[in-house]
């Protein structure tokens, strides 16, 4: 999808999977452009800006591999299209056909608005007449699991469960805590720096460096600080360093804690 028109799918497969499927940064993304400087197109150009424009790399990369797994399709199926208007509604609907037992309801609702909102900048741009993906129909969002409430005295026993006692047990149970009391993802907590708690006004507060680059400012409360300031003393934290790290101290990323909770 980023490189010109027309070209032959298993190479727009080679130049996705080398330089695209994984953006971890802006300036990966520039690189990755850089490399295709030698065969650039109007259609390069407008799939790069979309790109970039996202704030968030999460969003960026999620786009991307949802734009891979489409141009996979098509080449998989052996069909070549000359060009992103020969793109039909027939091939939409066979590509959801295709994925329905691979991923999620809500998964391949996600995919197939990836996909309509880039057609309808490449409409904007004049390189498609019309959006092959509107009227679709997406598969019907089925709920896991019930939405549930937690009393005050059960997160007191979830947050209580671990003795702190060791450093493993006290980094779970500050985790924990945390969780409970600010109501941020997981994401957010483990990207918490000693830097990002201060004081105002006698209150401590922590900065949050939120979804989409939103900074926000929670006041901590009394239980939460206490666990927080042990962990930092026990692990010897210095300013600039993550609070929540592995042994190794290493960044704690949010699918190890998923994991290790389940």
């Not at 990836?114 to 004049?126: D, Q, R, V």
């Not at 979830?158 to 993802?185: A, E, H, M, P, W």
Request: with cysteine; aromatic share 8%; charged share 25%.
């Amino acid at each position: 999808y980023v490189s010109s028109w027309p070209i032959r799918f298993p190479v727009i497969k080679l130049l996705l999977m080398d330089k695209l499927i994984v953006l971890n940064s802006q300036n990966d993304l520039e690189t990755s452009l850089d490399y295709f400087q030698g065969i650039n197109s109007d259609l390069t150009n407008i799939v790069s800006t979309y790109l970039k424009n996202f704030l968030s790399d999460n969003t960026r990369s999620a786009y991307t591999t949802d734009f891979l797994d489409f141009a996979l399709f098509l080449d998989n199926e052996k069909i070549v299209i000359r060009g992103p208007h020969e793109i039909t509604r027939d091939h939409i609907i066979d590509y959801r056909d295709s994925i329905l037992e691979v991923y999620a309801p809500n998964t391949i609702s996600r995919k197939l608005s990836s996909l309509s909102s880039l057609f309808k900048e490449l409409i904007n741009a004049k390189l498609m007449n019309e959006n092959p993906v509107t009227g679709i129909k997406r598969p019907q969002a089925i709920s896991i699991r019930p939405k549930t409430g937690l009393t005050d005295l059960e997160i007191n026993q979830i947050c209580d469960f671990y003795d702190g006692v060791s450093i493993q047990s006290l980094q779970n149970k500050t985790l924990l805590t945390c969780l409970s009391f600010t109501g941020c993802r997981i994401s957010e907590v483990v990207g918490i720096k000693v830097s990002d708690i201060r004081s105002e006004n006698d209150i401590k507060v922590v900065i949050i460096n939120g979804k989409g680059s939103k900074i926000r400012k929670i006041p901590l409360n009394p239980k939460l600080w206490i666990v927080l300031k042990e962990l930092i003393s026990r692990r010897n934290k210095i300013e600039d360093e993550y609070i929540f790290t592995a042994v190794q101290k290493k960044f704690l990323r949010r699918t190890c804690l998923r994991n290790g909770w389940n």
